[in-house]
């Protein structure tokens, strides 16, 4: 049986336990917790995307999720309760539900000095084994372990990949390597942070340094002096880890996936950006049934596949050549409808039939255009115009140049550029993620036309979006360049480029 016939919500806010000297610590369920019983009485907790069945509780544990939710409480106050209305053998019953709360990563765990809160330990997933996950806590009364001093061996000191910032609550610490997020309450939780930091002592009581620099070696927001020096944690850098942990589901509960959040607040951008309405050049369209014919087969475009990064400006390549390859590649195959959502077919998958991308040509030598800056219009198969030569498309031309090692600039660069709102008005958290994973479909699509052209190609692996954003007169937030790849001519005697080394 299934029938909810209790639903308790953990509040938003909640109170302190009693006033106490020195350390203390309260627990309580994560705000916006569910709590629900089921006829056949059964517990289950639900926040966000994770849900956890508890089973059925004895009558003197079963109380407890309801005090847990309804505000913070001691442990002391837990016992208290089993006691009351059960023999002592039940607490054993009360040490198995917090362990199972704690590794669920459903309880926070509030830290306070002298009966004010000093910071509360909030998990956003399950937590791993180890240290920070403990069956039975101490006593809030026994000071935590001492603490290297910040200043002597075996120094202490905040983690690179640990940031600042503001949240609902106030002040939030986070960090890709954590399990938790930090609510710091108290301005000397944030002067221990400070001092860690910069190498120094914080002004504060020693047992209040010390219970906030064990929370933070505890959850990987500070290290030891050699703690984050091996390949593993040098290899990345900060924003990268943050990226990679942030836009896949794991270590956070941020909302996640298709969720269209924005239905309510705007329309989806369309799914073709509206025309610049400048002049427009028409290009050439091949017949799709010769090319089925008489095209290389998909295991010679692939086995023949590598980048050249040499062009022959004796034969440029031709505006035949460069509407064929966008034709082939980025062109609209038809539209459809989900809602309000208009989406396309094109010949790359995007998510959610989204399809972000957009193209923007920056020619220099092709046969047939005048050099400049070109938007491709997907639907209209054209080239719009957006800007003549200038220094702004000098340095995306150049930047391409060094980035490919070439001795002189590609005759086209193709820069790629998002419409972020196509898909971030549908997708949380892995919109970003989803748009390179895109961006590197596209390229695959682009060096097997290429290849089955003849033509040079090769992908770049980063370029300027403020030189972009400048050379477009584009939001550098509504549509920003987010991959490059340049195309030309190839020499006849197949020489791969001027660095020789296909990739």
Known sequence: MTTTVKVVHAPEGTTLPPAATGLGEGLALLPGVRVERLVDGMVRLYRG??????????????????????????????????LRVGPELRLLDLHLLLQRLRSGGW??????????????????????AGPAQRAVPPEPAVPPEPVPPPDGPGRVGISRFSLLRAGDEGLLMESPLAHVVLVLHDPRAVAVIAALASGGVADVADELRDAVTTVL??????????????????????????FHARSRAGRHDLPYGGTYWAESLADPPPVVRPSRGTPAISLFQPDLGAL???????????????????????????????????????RVRHTMREGRNELSDRPYPSGGACHELEIYPVVR??????????????????????????KPLTALSELARISSLMTTPPQVTLVIAARPGRVMWKYQSMAYALTLKHVGVLYQVMYSVATAMGLAACALGGGDADAFAEATGLSYLAETSVGEFILGSRHVDGKQGSDGLPA
């Open 292 to 330: 089925r014919r008489d095209d290389p087969t998909l295991t010679s475009v692939l086995e023949d596949r590598h980048s050249v990064r040499d062009h022959d400006d004796s034969v440029p390549l031709t505006l035949r050549q460069l509407g064929e390859f966008l034709f082939r590649t980025a």
């Open 49 to 82: 995307r994770r849900g956890v069945a508890l089973g059925r509780l004895a009558p003197a544990i079963d109380p407890l999720v309801d005090l847990l939710a309804s505000g913070i409480c001691t442990e002391e106050l837990l016992t208290e309760q089993v």
């Open 107 to 128: 309880l926070d765990r509030i830290l306070t000095f002298d009966g004010a809160p000093l910071l509360t330990v909030r998990p956003v997933s399950p937590l791993p």
């Open 217 to 242: 070696l505890e959850h990987s927001f500070a290290t030891g002096r050699d703690g984050e020096e091996d390949f593993t944690h040098l290899m990345w850098a900060p924003h990268e880890l943050w």
């Open 365 to 390: 030598n092709v046969d047939g255009v005048e050099p400049g800056l070109y938007h491709y219009d997907p639907a209209g198969h054209r080239l719009e115009t957006v800007a003549g030569p200038a």
